[in-house]
């Protein structure tokens, strides 16, 4: 068989027989499996393609009725009074031309009688004066009831949406919800949705008010000029739709990747230390770049097609005032209408659809929140196939005995890959069973079986039955059920908050008392009750300031106090010490009286005591029994507990003239240092300001400017700024000529030649609505591209920046600058405020506000500005007096526009904080589903999201009316302003100062200028706000690293050879600086040597690990690698020859082999395989249906925690590293996979002394010491200094010494 040739085109760095690990025995089964697996690769990109592209075009946009579903009776109430506001403001223009027209009116009927034409005039005024009046109460309900409304009904909605997250079954975890997509939803989508709702809708409402009664004055006044509506609304319609159809595609498009983007910020800042350590930044740069990219390449759609619309917009709307004036003409000269009425008729069916224009940004808010909306709903209305909804059986008494009947299972996401095969077991109530066997056996499943995560199915087939007390659990209440079993996982869960809180998710009517006593039991009192706020301690997100042994003990409270009949335990003391393990093992022993206990265990330690132990081997029962009759009858438990007993080795002690071991040792002293130093564990990442609702302080930065948003642009961008403004500004030139010609026009309906004169101005209307066209797609489309690319390089500042030389670790240049986020030090990670759920907010929602101010606001305020300029100066040149009364009148809307400014920045800011609070919850809750539904936690996380709401609602309530008065104020102004010009008019008229014609003339210019005054001072405080929302997000990219992981830039060539030395390490943690964690420490490790880490929880241990990998820095002293201060090194380059794995390890949301390749990325197939193998993985690997393509699901949740802990193994063999660091690395892991990885770890070939560069340099974290024995050398801590150091038996001789106890005490329980 030629596998040369069969391997042509496998996406390979190295050639095949260059392997430089591994026994080349396996040649051949690695050759065929990568050739299978590069050939799936492929195959499977395309498919992945194919799905994504299809999604896009099948989402279809939901209707806009939907988005409304969650107005209540006051809702409707609020939108009929805003509606009715909306309308009152969009009337009052027709209305004005309206009385334009009775002005007209008033000079065309009075020619050569300036008197009569005066007291006409006089007669209009009036009622200019009224219509100021009426649009100040319009304008208060037209804000005030859309913005409040909006506010609530988008409460309503996110509550409907995290209640459905929270109800959902495991499985929609599993296959469709990940933490990234919540957070889009809950963040981005729903601000759409409010806006689409809430002001947008108003304005639309307001816009097509202007055209309906503009159509109906021009009825009244001239029929004729009515009917060419008939013709312009179908052009402009037609127009909208097409603009509508292209912008829904591009719209979910972007969505799509927008939650991918999402995805790839939270999995990257969830696993920063997993990133960190194995320099996975560029892998997520790339990722991250080429997403935005992918935006950028819409954005160039969505420029074109929005610029073409409003383009063709304004070319129909000047090609059709062209018309109409020329058919007005018509209809004066045949006397069938006069001047006035006639010119009514074209202003208000011309601006009425003008104002269907204005509304075309709304339609793109309309599309966008659609698109989005269809997301939301569908996760909404999904329908879980395990529902608590659904009531069932409740027991009057709740016996724990469990039958599981013929099960057979597979999970959802991999239907083919059965997990239980024909599984039975019947347990009877009050007992406790041990499940043991091999990772990934279905030990867990079973666990997850019993609290009906999932269901029996073999594809969509059931498959056997799950009963307790003889009760299908698919007929008893689901609520029920899970109140009624406890469970304490293998990696435990917590929610921000104290640890108070925290216990009373077991049971939120537990007393005081209660809680200290299931504390106690726990053991987890003793270092709680040390802590300065006790109880009332804040955790942080996700019980990130608690050591993992604290976490697993509150679990194991938690379950405690929850008392319940059945409770499970997986793995609930791996992360503990010996002695702590001890301890709660003895009060789980008393807790387990009379309840039915299920035990998952690798250390046979713990489940020796255990009336049955069951050993499962491929998904079945293959025997069970007690410890002893296991030991005779079964030969995988009798090597499982041959590999955990120390006797052997103890006997070997003995001989060489050991103390007894029988003679229990006396661990009082020790118990009480070890508790201390818990407490100093807790405290050393304990934040100052522990509660994140308190104030914290900020580091000092440059404030976001207007500046600041033209971020990273170039000059070629900026020349696209410059073409943009150019068509913005030649775009606004259109309502002052119009302003001027159509008084003229008007003027002109009362001369003989009336016809021609129009006639010629109906051409210049014509060309000039052409080239709007071309200005109109200059503009929108230079300014929409600039926007995306601001954005885009202010989100890959934030995230990842592009590298500035990129150059193989093998030479002698190698330099990332990574962005503001990635930059930052582990402890800026560990603060409250930069949780993962903020931090993606700013990078992804916040810098959206870029394009908003750029694409959607600068262009539109060019061209006000413009607009402003050419209607000043005309106005000016026309009747200089008229000229500056509108000059005048200008402050009425500049006060109105900074009142509204002071209101929009004000309400933004309070609205986005209080939301973020319930982002962290959503975030948090689904992170921690499963934890969430076994203590059916849904109602308590409810109420805190509808506490979250509050204040946002009490705000926008405030600030709604607030900002509702003073819009009202500003049209009122606004009005007056014509009713003032008007009366001017009539005053310079009856002086003789000037002509009525050039009176009228400058007051329309200026008049018809107003609007682009409104909105320039509507879009300010836009602008303002958004500046203000993108202030965090500058105050990251402005902080300075304490940590730098690019100096120094230079490199050396060579590799470094693994030597490590503490010198007089005193070490606290940034955040709880007054805590001495590590204490004068001194400690030299040789290249190549084995050295394990041992000592109670809260030692130091891994705190030398994180030193090691310079996470921090020490307060005093100095950490040497190859005796050359870590300090001088590239943390990027040194990095890449340190291997980390993780006790609680930590995968992404992708394929098996991109999980492997992590941090590898020039690894070959070949070597991929390779290492599987060597973490006992492949096969595992093999028996899937996708193979090395099969997906772990997010956080890794698709399978076991042995499992991950093997491909995090693998994924570490694959860098090769100098330097290995363990931490408790298979603490997840039974025996014999533990003793082929160990093999693996250390084994000959990749420690071979011909090859002394590459020896590899290792320390282990270790709890069981069973897995440190062989260690070179063995170094005990307590109280952050080194207390023993040495071999194995020089340390067990010394009895008095700390390693000695821990060395008795897990033998005796063995």
């Keep these: 068989m030629n596998h040369e040739n069969d391997l042509r085109w496998i996406p390979c760095s190295r050639p095949l027989l260059t392997l430089k690990f591994g026994d080349h025995r396996h040649l051949t089964t690695i050759t065929t499996v990568v050739a299978i697996?590069?050939?799936?690769?492929?195959?499977?990109?395309?498919?992945?393609?194919?799905?994504?592209?299809?999604?896009?075009?099948?989402?279809?946009?939901?209707?806009?009725?939907?988005?409304?579903?969650?107005?209540?009776?006051?809702?409707?109430?609020?939108?009929?009074?805003?509606?009715?506001?909306?309308?009152?403001?969009?009337?009052?223009?027709?209305?004005?031309?309206?009385?334009?027209?009775?002005?007209?009116?008033?000079?065309?009927?009075?020619?050569?009688?300036?008197?009569?034409?005066?007291?006409?005039?006089?007669?209009?005024?009036?009622?200019?004066w009224y219509m100021a009046i009426a649009t100040l109460p319009a304008g208060l309900l037209e804000i005030s009831c859309w913005m409040y409304t909006s506010e609530r009904q988008l409460a309503r909605m996110r509550l409907a949406f995290i209640d459905s997250i929270l109800h959902q079954d495991i499985e929609a975890f599993d296959t469709e919800l990940t933490t990234a997509k919540v957070i889009a939803c809950v963040t981005s989508h729903m601000s759409i949705i409010q806006d689409a709702i809430g002001e947008k809708l108003g304005h639309f409402i307001s816009c097509f008010s202007t055209y309906f009664a503009g159509?109906?004055?021009?009825?009244?006044?001239?029929?004729?000029?009515?009917?060419?509506?008939?013709?312009?609304?179908?052009?402009?319609?037609?127009?909208?739709?097409?603009?509508?159809?292209?912008?829904?595609?591009?719209?979910?498009?972007?969505?799509?990747?927008?939650?991918?983007?999402?995805?790839?910020?939270?999995?990257?800042?969830?696993?920063?230390?997993?990133?960190?350590?194995?320099?996975?930044?560029?892998?997520?740069?790339?990722?991250?770049?080429?997403?935005?990219?992918?935006?950028?390449?819409?954005?160039?759609?969505?420029?074109?097609?929005?610029?073409?619309?409003?383009?063709?917009?304004?070319?129909?709307?000047?090609?059709?005032?062209?018309?109409?004036?020329?058919?007005?003409?018509?209809?004066?000269?045949?006397?069938?209408?006069?001047?006035?009425?006639?010119?009514?008729?074209?202003?208000?069916?011309?601006?009425?659809?003008?104002?269907?224009?204005?509304?075309?940004?709304?339609?793109?808010?309309?599309?966008?929140?659609?698109?989005?909306?269809?997301?939301?709903?569908?996760?909404?209305?999904?329908?879980?196939?395990?529902?608590?909804?659904?009531?069932?059986?409740?027991?009057?008494?709740?016996?724990?005995?469990?039958?599981?009947?013929?099960?057979?299972?597979a999970y959802p996401s991999r239907p083919n890959k059965l997990i239980l095969k024909d599984f039975s077991l019947c347990m009877a109530a009050g007992k406790v069973y041990a499940l043991v066997g091999s990772s990934g056996c279905g030990k867990s499943t079973i666990l997850s079986l019993v609290q009906r995560f999932y269901e029996p199915l073999a594809g969509n087939k059931v498959a056997g039955r799950v009963l307790i007390h003889g009760h299908d659990v698919k007929e008893l209440d689901l609520k029920f059920l899970r109140r009624n079993v406890a469970a304490v996982p293998q990696e435990p869960a917590l929610f921000s908050g104290t640890i108070d809180d925290n216990l009373r998710v077991g049971n939120a009517e537990a007393t005081d008392e209660e809680i200290i006593k299931a504390a106690s039991a726990a053991n987890a009192d003793s270092f709680i009750a040390q802590l300065p706020e006790k109880y009332s301690t804040w955790v942080g997100e996700r019980g990130v300031q608690l050591s993992g042994g604290q976490k697993q003990r509150i679990a194991i409270a938690r379950a405690i106090l929850k008392n319940s009949p059945i409770l499970l335990l997986d793995e609930a003391t791996s992360a503990l010490d010996s002695e702590s393990e001890k301890l709660v093992q003895d009060a789980l022993g008393r807790v387990m009286q009379g309840k039915t206990v299920i035990k998952i265990a690798h250390r046979t330690s713990t489940i020796t005591s255990s009336d049955t132990i069951v050993v499962v081997e491929n998904g079945k029962v293959a025997q069970s029994g007690s410890h002893n009759e296991l030991l005779q009858s079964s030969n995988f438990y009798r090597n499982l507990f041959a590999m955990h007993s120390m006797k052997p080795e103890l006997e070997d002690t003995i001989s060489r003239g050991t103390t007894n071991t029988n003679e229990k040792p006396d661990i009082t002293q020790y118990r009480s240092s070890s508790q201390q130093h818990e407490v100093n564990e807790m405290l050393k990442s304990q934040p100052i300001n522990a509660n994140p609702t308190k104030g914290t302080k900020t580091t000092k930065s440059r404030s976001a400017s207007f500046s600041r948003i033209?971020?990273?642009?170039?000059?070629?961008?900026?020349?696209?700024?410059?073409?943009?403004?150019?068509?913005?500004?030649?775009?606004?030139?259109?309502?002052?000529?119009?302003?001027?010609?159509?008084?003229?026009?008007?003027?002109?309906y009362y001369k003989e030649d009336a016809k021609s004169q129009v006639g010629k101005y109906s051409i210049i209307f014509t060309v000039v609505g052409f080239l709007t066209l071309i200005t109109h797609i200059l503009q929108h489309y230079h300014y929409g591209l600039v926007g995306e690319k601001a954005m885009g390089n202010l989100r890959v500042a934030l995230f990842s920046d592009s590298p500035k030389s990129e150059v193989p670790f093998s030479q002698t240049r190698f330099l990332y600058i990574f962005a503001a986020v990635l930059r930052n030090e582990v402890a800026w990670f560990e603060k409250p405020e930069n949780n993962v759920g903020f931090l993606a907010m700013h990078i992804v929602s916040d810098t959206s506000m870029i394009k908003t101010i750029i694409s959607d606001r600068m262009s539109v305020i060019v061209q006000c500005i413009s607009s402003i300029l050419i209607a000043t100066v005309v106005s000016m040149k026309v009747n200089w007096r008229m000229g500056l009364v509108a000059w005048a009148l200008m402050p009425c809307h500049f006060i109105g526009g900074l009142i509204q400014a002071k209101s929009a920045k004000g309400f933004s800011g309070d609205s986005a904080m209080a939301h973020r609070q319930l982002v962290a919850l959503a975030s948090e809750s689904v992170s921690h589903i499963r934890t969430v539904a076994s203590f059916?936690?849904?109602?308590?996380?409810?109420?805190?999201?509808?506490?979250?709401?509050?204040?946002?609602?009490?705000?926008?309530?405030?600030?709604?009316?607030?900002?509702?008065?003073?819009?009202?104020?500003?049209?009122?102004?606004?009005?007056?302003?014509?009713?003032?010009?008007?009366?001017?008019?009539?005053?310079?008229?009856?002086?003789?100062?000037?002509?009525?014609?050039?009176?009228?003339?400058?007051?329309?210019?200026?008049?018809?200028?107003?609007?682009?005054?409104?909105?320039?001072?509507?879009?300010?405080?836009?602008?303002?706000?958004?500046?203000?929302?993108?202030?965090?997000?500058?105050?990251?990219?402005?902080?300075?690293?304490?940590?730098?992981?690019?100096?120094?830039?230079?490199?050396?060539?060579?590799?470094?050879?693994?030597?490590?030395?503490?010198?007089?390490?005193?070490?606290?943690?940034?955040?709880?600086?007054?805590?001495?964690?590590?204490?004068?420490?001194?400690?030299?490790?040789?290249?190549?040597?084995?050295?394990?880490?041992?000592?109670?929880?809260?030692?130091?241990?891994?705190?030398?690990?994180?030193?090691?990998?310079?996470?921090?820095?020490?307060?005093?002293?100095?950490?040497?690698?190859?005796?050359?201060?870590?300090?001088?090194?590239?943390?990027?380059?040194?990095?890449?020859?340190?291997?980390?794995?993780?006790?609680?390890?930590?995968?992404?949301?992708?394929?098996?082999?991109?999980?492997?390749?992590?941090?590898?990325?020039?690894?070959?197939?070949?070597?991929?395989?390779?290492?599987?193998?060597?973490?006992?993985?492949?096969?595992?690997?093999?028996?899937?249906?996708?193979?090395?393509?099969?997906?772990?699901?997010?956080?890794?949740?698709?399978?076991?925690?042995?499992?991950?802990?093997?491909?995090?193994?693998?994924?570490?063999?694959?860098?090769?590293?100098?330097?290995?660091?363990?931490?408790?690395?298979?603490?997840?892991?039974?025996?014999?996979?533990?003793?082929?990885?160990?093999?693996?770890?250390?084994?000959?070939?990749?420690?071979?002394?011909?090859?002394?560069?590459?020896?590899?340099?290792?320390?282990?974290?270790?709890?069981?010491?069973?897995?440190?024995?062989?260690?070179?050398?063995?170094?005990?801590?307590?109280?952050?200094?080194?207390?023993?150091?040495?071999?194995?038996?020089?340390?067990?001789?010394?009895?008095?010494?700390?390693?000695?106890?821990?060395?008795?005490?897990?033998?005796?329980?063995?």
Aim: contains cysteine; charged residues 20%.
């Design 936 to 1310: 059916v936690y849904e109602e308590q996380l409810l109420k805190k999201a509808q506490f979250s709401l509050e204040e946002p609602r009490r705000l926008s309530r405030v600030q709604s009316i607030k900002y509702g008065v003073f819009q009202g104020v500003s049209l009122c102004l606004w009005n007056i302003a014509h009713a003032v010009a008007l009366w001017y008019t009539t005053i310079l008229v009856d002086k003789h100062q000037s002509s009525f014609e050039d009176g009228i003339r400058s007051y329309q210019i200026f008049s018809l200028t107003v609007p682009s005054i409104t909105e320039l001072w509507t879009l300010i405080p836009t602008v303002i706000s958004a500046i203000t929302i993108l202030k965090p997000a500058f105050e990251i990219l402005d902080r300075k690293t304490e940590i730098p992981p690019d100096v120094p830039e230079t490199i050396s060539s060579e590799g470094i050879t693994g030597r490590i030395d503490f010198e007089s390490i005193s070490f606290r943690y940034p955040s709880r600086p007054e805590v001495v964690v590590l204490d004068n420490f001194n400690l030299s490790i040789e290249t190549g040597a084995y050295v394990a880490l041992v000592g109670p929880s809260g030692a130091g241990k891994s705190s030398v690990l994180a030193l090691i990998l310079r996470f921090y820095d020490p307060f005093k002293g100095r950490v040497l690698v190859d005796s050359k201060d870590i300090k001088e090194y590239n943390l990027h380059w040194l990095r890449r020859q340190i291997g980390l794995v993780q006790q609680e390890p930590l995968l992404f949301s992708s394929s098996i082999r991109d999980n492997i390749f992590y941090g590898s990325e020039g690894a070959s197939e070949t070597e991929v395989v390779e290492a599987a193998m060597e973490a006992n993985i492949h096969d595992f690997i093999c028996s899937l249906p996708n193979g090395y393509d099969t997906v772990v699901g997010e956080k890794g949740c698709q399978i076991s925690g042995g499992q991950k802990q093997r491909l995090a193994i693998a994924r570490t063999l694959l860098k090769r590293p100098v330097i290995l660091l363990l931490d408790e690395a298979t603490s997840a892991l039974d025996s014999e996979t533990e003793r082929i990885i160990m093999q693996a770890l250390g084994s000959s070939k990749r420690r071979r002394d011909e090859e002394a560069s590459r020896r590899i340099t290792r320390i282990t974290v270790a709890h069981r010491l069973s897995t440190v024995v062989n260690s070179d050398t063995i170094v005990v801590m307590e109280n952050g200094r080194v207390v023993q150091m040495g071999d194995h038996s020089t340390l067990v001789a010394d009895d008095n010494g700390v390693y000695s106890k821990l060395f008795q005490l897990q033998s005796h329980d063995t």
């Design 37 to 128: 697996v590069g050939n799936r690769h492929k195959e499977m990109d395309e498919v992945e393609l194919e799905k994504k592209e299809k999604k896009a075009v099948q989402s279809k946009p939901v209707s806009f009725g939907r988005l409304l579903s969650y107005a209540d009776t006051v809702d409707w109430v609020l939108m009929g009074l805003g509606t009715v506001g909306s309308v009152v403001h969009g009337m009052a223009q027709p209305i004005g031309y309206l009385l334009l027209g009775k002005a007209l009116e008033a000079f065309g009927s009075n020619i050569g009688d300036q008197e009569a034409t005066v007291r006409a005039l006089e007669k209009v005024i009036p009622f200019v």
């Design 215 to 409: 159509v109906v004055i021009a009825l009244a006044c001239c029929w004729e000029v009515a009917l060419l509506s008939l013709m312009v609304v179908p052009m402009i319609l037609a127009i909208g739709a097409t603009y509508t159809k292209k912008m829904n595609s591009l719209s979910s498009l972007r969505t799509m990747y927008l939650s991918e983007a999402t995805s790839i910020v939270e999995q990257t800042l969830s696993h920063i230390g997993t990133v960190f350590s194995f320099v996975g930044e560029s892998s997520s740069i790339k990722s991250f770049t080429e997403n935005i990219r992918q935006q950028y390449i819409i954005s160039k759609k969505e420029a074109g097609i929005k610029g073409l619309s409003l383009g063709l917009f304004q070319t129909v709307t000047f090609c059709s005032w062209a018309l109409v004036v020329w058919i007005g003409a018509v209809v004066v000269v045949a006397r069938r209408a006069n001047g006035g009425e006639t010119l009514a008729a074209i202003m208000s069916i011309l601006f009425g659809a003008i104002s269907i224009t204005h509304a075309a940004p709304d339609f793109q808010i309309f599309n966008a929140a659609r698109a989005t909306g269809t997301e939301i709903f569908q996760v909404i209305e999904r329908k879980p196939r395990i529902s608590s909804e659904k009531k069932g059986v409740t027991l009057e008494k709740f016996v724990g005995v469990i039958e599981l009947d013929r099960v057979s299972f």
């Design 710 to 748: 033209w971020y990273g642009l170039n000059k070629f961008e900026f020349a696209k700024v410059a073409l943009g403004s150019f068509g913005a500004a030649f775009s606004g030139i259109s309502k002052p000529l119009f302003g001027f010609y159509i008084m003229t026009i008007g003027v002109a």
